[in-house]
């Protein structure tokens, strides 16, 4: 039996690669000069340093490193994004675009600029989760600045068209933003050739620190943003506050290795993930969620109808995975995300996110596979729902005591 | 979410699964909650000639605290009267189990099952209930 609990929620976050850990450390004892102090060499080995991690950065996604802007993580790289561009460009239009299955770094922003008095159009994906770029390109409009699609999805990591969604945006003059939090070192991102305009990142999900990211903010066409964090001027006036130094080595060394390795890697943990789902796929009523081909091989969502989600979590609490079900949020509302891909509410409550990363094993796959089988069978015989669909019940027929 | 040990050990080992035969005279059923919630709670009573609850089972779609409180309250039920297993009250379960705030909701949906069960009883026998109106989903 593989040491437990067994980490699957790689994507929530991902262990520092150790390889990363050892080139962050000398930054937060003897090199740990500010790398905006111009007058002595404390400050250039620290700008030097963060200029190589730029440049790294840079490399993972094909860009210039003059256009990466530290941030603290994804949520401000989000906020700076989209705030600071409908802000600057709300002269030219205030209506921007989304989509409903976007994170809630991109939604809240956005509900925050309609109290600002912009216009938000919010698209459904398609039932496999993709976006239909007819139904895009229809909702532009002339007076529509920015467009935000994500890359890569939270909840079912498929991967949406960015070329295409980029091409359509290009062509109506809109800015394309693109949160690529998810997609770093898992889905290939080459801004030289996809017409993205700005671009969130997060290091913490590829194996670098938390509490750091980047914006990717496009030097040709020129992108102008309204700054959120005003001070010292930082990041060429964007993001003020002094850079965290050590922090960005980490998302440099992180994102260099994810460079290195993402090819090899991914097809190890396409085989892992595959192994799984054929693995759970044996068992009755259970359903993928989302599609199954335009997803990154680490992700792996499916609802085990009939069983509640976070009951079937505390039964399998050897295993670090997460769910859609209500009773695992404050709000008692099942993933917004499934929902949004036409789920139903019991759907949603039975889901279970797998996601797999780089220091998972077969053994632990195939001991998943093997506790799932088992409590799965346990509690559907807890089920009154999972008797009734036995017994022949449409439970979509059932008129049931609202509460 | 941290679970008490009380709904842990009813969680692990829940008491008084299963089912009763429905159509029995002496049973009373009831089924309460909806799966777009996240909950269904089916709790079946076996009423005897003295009119004592002898016997309980249930079976739950829900959380921890759900199919702990469901299961509880097949416990409690049994050796009482329908007036006495009419007075449990979803607050002694919540404390019984000591649910944090966001999980009351499954303890009302246990005393919610009580009176449907009751209900259901009472129904066969014709005795008319104050106002509860028996949840019997499988009838739609």
Known sequence: MPQVPIYLDYSATTPIDPRVAEQMIPYLTEKFGNPASRSHAFGWDADKAVELAREEVAGLVNCDPKEIVWTSGATESDNLAIKGAAQFYKGKGKHLITVRTEHKAVLDPMRELERQGFEVTYLDPEPDG?????????????????????????????????????????????????????????????????KVDLMSFSAHKTYGPKGVGALYVRRKPRVRLEAQMHGGGHERGMRSGTLATHQIVGMGAAFRIAAEEMATENERIRYLRDRLWVGLNTLDEVHLNGDMLRRVPHNLNASFNFVEGESLMMAIKDLAVSSGSACTSASLEPSYVLKALGRNDELAHSSIRFSIGRFTTEQEIDYAVQLLHKHVGKLRDLSPLWDMHCAGVDLNTVQWAAH | ?????????????????????????????????????????????????DGIIEEARFKTYGCGSAIASSSLVTEWVKGKTLDQALEIKNTAIAEELALPPVKIHCSILAEDAIKAAVADYRNKHEVVDAGYAACNPTAA
């Open chain 1, 130 to 194: 993709l976006l239909d770029l007819e139904k895009f390109r229809a909702a532009i409009r002339p007076d529509t600045i920015l467009a935000s699609v994500m890359h890569v999805n939270n909840e079912i990591g498929v991967i949406q068209d960015i070329d295409t969604i980029g091409e359509l945006c290009r062509a109506k003059g809109v800015l394309f933003h693109v949160d690529a939090a998810q997609s770093t070192g898992k889905a290939p991102i080459d801004l030289a050739r996809m």
């Open chain 2, 1 to 49: 979410m941290s679970y008490s040990d009380k709904v842990l050990d009813h969680y692990e080992n829940p008491r008084n699964v299963g089912a009763l035969e429905a159509g029995d005279a002496s049973v009373g059923t009831g089924m309460v909650g909806a799966p777009a919630c996240g909950d269904v709670m089916k709790l079946q009573i076996k009423v005897n000639a």
